[in-house]
């Protein structure tokens, strides 16, 4: 397996690709799938490693997870039929793996540790575990002197009968929900909860396909109604789309290398996080985005992306929240355009995989744009006509920055450097499509 990349200025992009299947909705799919009253089949699994880890953690608790290529049967066991792991769970570098089965776990009669690799170590959980304890829960984690009254993983967990509550969610995050609804699910009484901002609802789509108890009212409040219910979800096959935040580097990579068409076939284009396809026509960006079907109602298709000559535009409030995962890539595309390009109310980057706004500004400063780093984001002057920097990319453990790094090369003086071991968290074959396209990298 190589360990770095080398990207070098390219030629035209050009063809037509897909991407690995969609990261968040992979992890509901298995996760989902073993609540289930029989077997989930399901295609278009997303093989990165965060999505192996939530596979892995369901094997520790007595879920059958068979995984051959891009599909997967998972044999469900239903809320009771869970059984507590000889040995702590090991989420991996996955913030979404260990904070849903911090929900789940949360209801269920037995001990659990959940634990991580040195990067999610450091990711805050109190605002998980909080709730949760007030569901019944007891949740303990490790403490540290500059973040007083936070917990940090591991997270040991004793779960138990809980009651459903109304919360009011501090920030809008579908990890948080997810969480809590799976929590919900095993309560007495319902539960209701209410965000800030609308974030990504993969689960509430998803869960309503399989049958769940669980409703979203106008003003977007999510109840779930446990009280009557079997506690099984029922079985169906799952079509899981390409991932957008995947096809967002590449899209990026298009439309700021001169000459380049691609395009994206089968990726999810949910509305609650397609922001990053808004931004990109903000900023002038030939772009046509074609919906084509339906699956477990997330709406399916593709994009066409085009050479176009960006500029400046400001992200923030519901833009950057439906974007957040894709700022990475629209960081680059900032530094590419003409212009400025303001980042706002992202203050939620400071804790992902890395402290990814302090991340790009280096990245992208490396690269000769003059980034301003604020507290909640960051203002990029784009270089314009002028080339950026080569160099080594330091991803600090994180899968996005590497790649942004990468897109970043393809139109770079000077050869760019890029560790590749962080990408196979999400996009195990972005070497090797970028060079399908046409793209100037080799792995060694």
Known sequence: MST????????????????????????????????????????????????????????????????AGS???????????????????DCGNSGTTIRLLAGLLAGRPFETELCGDASLTRRPMRRVAEPLRKMGATIEGRS????PGDIFPPLRIRGGALTGIRYDLPVASAQLKTA?????LQARGPTVLREPARSRDHTERMLRFLGAPISVDAGGAITVEPDGWDGRLRAARIAIPGDLSSATFLIVAALTVPGSEITVENVGLNPTRAGALDVL??????????VTGDAMG???????????????????????????????????????????????????????????IAALARELGRAGAHVDE?????????????????????????????????????????DTIVPTADILTSFPTFAETLAGLGAAVESS
């Not at 026509?281 to 074609?290: C, K, N, P, S, V």
């Not at 085009?306 to 894709?326: F, P, Q, Y």
Request: hydrophobic letters at 45%; proline letters at 5%; one cysteine or more.
């Open 71 to 89: 599909d997967a049967r998972v044999h469900g066991v239903g809320f009771a039929g869970l059984r507590a792991s000889a040995a702590p769970l």
């Open 281 to 290: 026509r903000a900023m002038g960006a030939d772009l046509t985005i074609d």
């Open 374 to 414: 604020r507290p909640d984001g960051f203002v990029v002057t784009g270089l314009g006509d002028r080339p950026p920097a080569g160099g080594t990319v330091v991803p600090e453990h994180d899968h996005r920055i590497a790649m942004a790094g990468a897109i970043l090369g393809l139109t770079s003086a000077e």
């Open 4 to 67: 770095f990349l080398r990207v070098r200025r390219s030629a035209p992009l050009r063809g037509t690709c897909g991407v690995p299947g969609d990261k968040s909705i992979s992890h509901r799919a298995l996760l989902f799938g073993a609540l289930t009253d029989g077997v989930v089949e399901a295609s278009g699994l997303g093989r990165g490693g965060d999505n192996l880890s939530t596979a892995s953690a369901l094997r520790a608790l007595g879920v059958e997870v068979e995984i």
């Open 180 to 184: 809590l609804i799976l929590a919900g």
């Open 144 to 147: 540290e002197p500059t973040r």
């Open 298 to 356: 997330e709406p399916v298709g593709r994009v066409r992306a085009s050479a176009s000559r960006l500029h400046g535009t400001r992200v923030d409030g519901d833009l950057a929240l439906r974007a957040i995962d894709e700022i990475p890539a629209l960081a680059v595309a900032a530094a590419l355009a003409d212009g400025k390009t303001v980042f706002a109310d992202l203050a939620e980057l400071r804790i992902k995989e890395s402290d990814r």
